[in-house]
C-alpha cells in the first residue's frame, strides 16, 4: 500500500478469519495478492471494496464530494454501505475503468479511464494533471506539502492547467513552475502562501 499525504490506514497486526480487511481515509495505491478463502475489503465511510487480487487506486478524502477508484489489473466490486449497514446494488469494475461515486445523490458513475498510470504517477514522486481546475491543484498540494493556501478575490479559480511537477522539489520551486504555467503570482510567508491573479 502506498499512502498519500494527510492520509490514514487501519488495519489489524495480522489477519485472521475468512476475510482482511482494512479501513481507508484519503487516499492509496493498492497492489493485493489474490488468496481465494481470505478476500481483501478496502472500507470508506460510504462504500466497501472486495478486491480479488489487483492493482487499484482509491480517492476518499472526506473534503471531497466524489470517492474516486481506478482499476489498473484485476478486479474490484464496489458495494454503497447503507445507513442500515447493508450492501446496495454491486458495481464490478473493469481494468481501465474509473468508478465515481458522489456523495451527495449516492450515485456510481462508472467510465472508461484512458491512462490509469496517471491516478498513480505521485507514488514515484510525480504530480500529473491535465486541464485540472487551479483551485484542485492547489488543494493537492496543500495536503502533500501540509501549507495553507489563502486566495485573493482576484483568484483565477476557473483556469484550466495541465502539467508535470517533481514532488521532490520545494513548494517554493512548485511555485516557480506553476507560476509559468498559469495566471498566478504568490508569496510565502511560513506555512501560508498567499495567491492572486498575476499583473501583467
Do not use: C
Not at 442500515?84 to 461515486?101: C, D, I, N, T, Y
Amino acid at each position: 500500500v502506498w499512502l498519500g499525504a494527510g492520509s490514514r490506514l487501519a488495519f489489524p497486526t495480522m489477519f485472521a478469519g475468512k476475510k482482511r480487511e482494512v479501513y481507508l481515509e484519503g487516499e492509496a495505491y493498492f497492489e493485493v495478492t489474490h488468496i481465494p478463502d481470505q478476500p481483501f475489503f478496502v472500507n470508506v465511510r460510504e462504500i466497501s471494496l472486495k478486491v480479488l487480487g489487483t492493482r487499484f487506486y482509491l480517492s476518499a478524502y472526506p473534503s471531497n464530494e466524489e470517492i474516486i477508484t481506478v482499476l489498473l489489473e484485476g478486479s474490484v466490486a464496489l458495494n454503497e454501505n447503507s445507513s442500515l449497514g447493508l450492501f446496495r446494488k454491486e458495481v464490478v469494475l473493469e481494468p481501465g475503468q474509473k468508478a465515481s461515486f458522489n456523495r451527495s445523490n449516492k450515485i456510481i458513475n462508472v467510465e472508461q479511464e484512458a491512462d490509469v498510470e496517471f491516478y498513480i504517477a505521485w507514488t514515484e514522486g510525480w504530480f500529473l494533471f491535465s486541464k485540472e481546475n487551479l483551485f484542485a491543484v492547489f488543494n493537492k498540494l496543500e495536503r502533500y506539502y501540509n501549507v495553507k493556501f489563502i486566495y485573493d478575490k482576484s483568484f483565477p479559480s476557473d483556469d484550466l492547467i495541465s502539467g508535470k511537477l517533481d514532488l521532490k522539489d520545494s513548494i517554493s520551486d512548485v511555485l516557480v513552475t506553476l507560476s509559468g504555467l498559469s495566471k498566478i503570482s504568490y508569496k510565502i510567508e511560513n506555512e501560508n502562501i498567499y495567491i492572486e491573479r498575476k499583473l501583467k
